[in-house]
């Protein structure tokens, strides 16, 4: 039900303004994950090279917990390169 609320405000709003991803498309293949990035303005060194695992092999273990935060090159460049990705 809140799903279909948000596809609906998604639906008014328009590409430009809205964008939603499915955690089960995203988790499994960054590029839709990355693109959202670079819709957000944001330079294509933001990307993401892998995620951030947990609780994924069973409930009680870890997944993998290599995260690399620090990106120097990584910047917000304006709103126009939302033009580019729908």
Known sequence: RDTQRLRHVAKLLGPQQARLLDSSEWTKDLTQL?????????????????????????????GDNRFYAHRPHCQYVGATSRNHAV
Request: hydrophobic letters at 40%; charged letters at 20%.
């Open 34 to 62: 990355n693109e959202a990035v670079s819709w957000l303005g944001f330079s294509d060194d933001c990307h993401f090279a892998s995620l951030l695992e947990f609780n994924i092999r069973n409930n009680y273990d870890h």
